[in-house]
């Protein structure tokens, strides 16, 4: 039963994207490129945490 919710979920979310791909590309350009800076930013902090750990943790 909860493959069933799984795969209606992840149809639904398809065809949102889809949806908002098709009627607003710009906007979704948009969406794509907030989305790369988060993953990029959260990329950078980690990157700088081991480097902060590998230095055994000094400011």
Avoid: C, H
Avoid at 10 to 23: H, N, P, R, S
Avoid at 29 to 37: C, K, N, R, T
Avoid at 39 to 58: C, E, L, R
């Amino acid at each position: 039963m909860a493959v069933q919710w799984k795969r209606v979920g992840l149809f639904v979310v398809v065809v949102f994207v889809l949806y908002v791909i098709i009627t607003d590309p710009a906007k979704a350009a948009g969406y794509v490129q907030i989305g790369f800076e988060g993953v990029s930013s959260a990329a950078q902090s980690i990157g700088d945490f081991m480097t902060w750990v590998a230095n055994g943790g000094k400011d």
